[in-house]
């Protein structure tokens, strides 16, 4: 019954994000410094995480050929498909549950323990509206971060199979190029978007609603990271089963 | 004017509060006291529009908040100025932008004429030259003053505080009392303040309403609470030794 309950304010809360708009000159204000603390302030770990994890996919490959008939193009190939259906959309968007979600539900979560969205509403703002609507806005700019980390994923995966010794540059390109289906892409930022949309809303809803002191706000971080990878992993399993299967 | 008619309040299955009536008046500093768990609060969010109450009536004026739509609704809290116990300042925000935001909310000013009003509300409280400083930098007692500010910039017709006094040494707590109380006459306005403390009661007490188990017991003066025979006002008054005290010279005296 709770999680029915919680469902249905979830979608409540979704419709209020979009009701009694905030005024646009702060609006904007608010957007960019969402995409600031969201998006840029995530491109470190974003682009050390997929370069190291790209090369590690390059070697675990490399190194599991053990066939002299499989073409050494395989690595190459293997990283490519690893890193844009699965890793830089999925496994990225799992460690940005982590971060951005986290940040998302403490900030929210401090607001209301303070008082500080009680403030928002007894001047009449809609605060749902001026806390969540950037936040949402701002990870439209999210398949920008995916787009980077699949770069960065395959470039790590060249280093580490070229310099490893694990692949020559020639055999590796050729494989990136081996049976390329565009729409493999675009099945990846259609994922991406859904995730991004889960990543606004879930730990804000976390942090919204939690009731009690610091305590409850660390609970709430904990629960926005499990409950917003739960549904990035579901998510991803309907998403893979309607657009690939 | 505030004036409220049998308001009833539950939370979860408990009865908060029990049919409250009451005006409170403009111009005036207007007090609800009473022990921890009598409903002060519960009243004041139930004032200020964040609790809907199950029964009775709230009326600004002869506006009653049940009848207003969404427009309307908006309108009155521009109207309404409201001081947290924990002064609920953005973190993320300096004190200039604190205090300067219900103005960029609710107005077409210029930042000129914005951060002129701003200075001139920090220097009704006593605050200048900490524009810049964010609300971690500053004392508890500066957060109150800054939050008064921000509650006062856009000349709101009604202003709530919540325990304004919580935390606070007795010195700055009395300087917060006499601000709240110089500024409600100076602009006129009805202000609401929910407290416990005694010295405030005494301070700036022009009307006292007094709640206990979600009922109102009595209301009067800050003169008229010391002549009371009210058992259940008596015992709230006279629970610390040194009023107590006083209580017994006075009577020596007589």
């Known amino acids: ?245 | 004017m505030i004036r409220v008619e049998n308001i009833k309040k539950k939370l979860g299955s408990e009865d908060i509060l029990k049919g409250i009536s009451t005006v409170f008046e403009k111009g005036k500093t207007n007090l609800i006291i009473g022990q921890s768990g009598s409903g002060k609060t519960v009243l004041l969010k139930c004032l200020i529009g964040l609790f809907e109450p199950e029964e009775g009536r709230v009326y600004f004026e002869d506006r009653a908040i049940q009848d207003m739509n969404e427009d309307e609704h908006r309108t009155l809290r521009e109207e309404i100025g409201m001081l947290f116990q924990g002064g609920a300042l953005f973190d993320s925000m300096n004190i200039e932008e604190n205090v300067m935001f219900p103005l960029r909310m609710f107005t077409k000013q210029k930042k000129s004429e914005m951060l002129g009003r701003v200075n001139e509300v920090l220097k009704r409280v006593n605050l200048e030259n900490i524009n810049k400083k964010y609300p971690a930098e500053i004392s508890g007692g500066m957060q109150k003053r800054v939050s008064i500010a921000r509650a006062i910039v856009n000349n709101p017709k009604y202003l709530f505080c919540d325990e304004p006094n919580s935390g606070l040494d007795p010195k700055t707590a009395i300087v917060i009392d006499n601000l709240i109380q110089e500024i409600t006459h100076e602009y006129n306005i009805t202000t609401v303040v929910v407290s416990h403390d005694m010295n405030s009661v005494m301070e700036i007490g022009e009307k006292i309403v007094f709640l206990k188990n979600g009922l109102l017991v009595w209301q009067g003066t800050n003169n008229e609470i010391f002549k009371t025979d009210n058992i259940d006002v008596t015992s709230f008054v006279y629970s610390s030794d040194l009023f107590k005290k006083i209580r017994d010279i006075q009577i020596k005296e007589q």
């Open chain 1, 1 to 245: 019954m709770k999680y029915l309950e919680d469902i249905g304010s979830y979608f409540l809360m979704i419709k209020k994000v979009f009701s009694s708009p905030t005024k646009t000159s702060v609006l904007k204000e608010l957007i960019f410094k969402e995409i600031d603390d969201l998006i840029i302030g995530s491109l470190g770990i974003v682009a050390f995480i997929s370069f190291f994890v790209g090369g590690v996919v390059a070697i675990q490959t490399a190194l599991n050929i053990d066939n002299p008939l499989i073409p050494e193009y395989l690595v190459g190939f293997a990283t490519r498909q690893s890193i844009i259906l699965e890793f830089a959309p999925t496994f990225i968007s799992i460690i940005m549950a982590g971060k951005v979600g986290s940040f998302i539900t403490s900030s929210i979560g401090s607001m209301r323990v303070t008082e500080q969205i009680d403030a928002l509403e007894v001047m009449g703002i809609n605060s749902l509206n001026y806390l969540i609507f950037p936040k949402i806005i701002a990870l439209l700019f999210y398949p920008f971060v995916i787009a980077f980390a699949m770069f960065l994923g395959i470039l790590g995966g060249w280093v580490a199979g070229v310099y490893g010794g694990f692949s020559t540059s020639d055999a590796f390109i050729q494989g990136l190029q081996k049976d390329f289906i565009p729409f493999h892409i675009i099945y990846a930022f259609i994922k991406t978007f859904v995730f991004a949309f889960i990543l606004a809303t879930v730990p804000s809803w976390q942090g919204y609603y939690m009731k009690g002191g610091a305590l409850e706000v660390g609970k709430a971080s904990t629960n926005s990271f499990v409950w917003t990878s739960v549904l990035i992993i579901l998510s991803n399993y309907i998403i893979t089963q309607l657009l690939l299967s």
